[in-house]
Nanobody, 113 residues
Framework: QVQLVESGGGLVQAGGSLRLSCAAS?????IAWYRQAPGKQRDELVAAISNGGTTNYGDSVKGRFTISRDNAKNTVYLQMNSLKPEDTAVYRCKGDYAGRLYWGQGTQVTVSS
């Protein structure tokens, strides 16, 4: 069993910044951030990072968001800069452990124009 707990969401003006955290209950190789915007059914990949530090970003956030991790704390961070109203979404982290997918409960990010 794995628990993933997100934090750091909130309301911010366009152009502002937020840092999200995803704390895992154990070490997981790859942790990814996804988001679901209002009115959309599909989750969009925001960013992913492996234990070794290899990163991958969705096209819409490249150059604005940075994913990092502290393996000692089993925590992944998502630094979000230059936020836009279209970044408004519920952000959730996902981890794959022992062949099962685990999701956090999500944290709301709202960017006002």
């Amino acid at each position: 069993q794995v628990q993933l707990v997100e934090s750091g969401g909130g309301l911010v003006q366009a152009g502002g910044s937020l840092r999200l955290s995803c704390a895992a209950s154990r070490s997981i190789n790859v942790i990814a951030w996804y988001r679901q915007a209002p009115g959309k059914q599909r989750d969009e990949l925001v960013a992913a990072i492996s234990n070794g530090g290899t990163t991958n970003y969705g096209d819409s956030v490249k150059g604005r968001f940075t994913i990092s991790r502290d393996n000692a704390k089993n925590t992944v961070y998502l630094q979000m800069n230059s936020l836009k109203p279209e970044d408004t979404a519920v952000y959730r982290c996902k981890g794959d452990y022992a062949g099962r997918l685990y999701w956090g409960q999500g944290t709301q990010v709202t960017v006002s124009s």
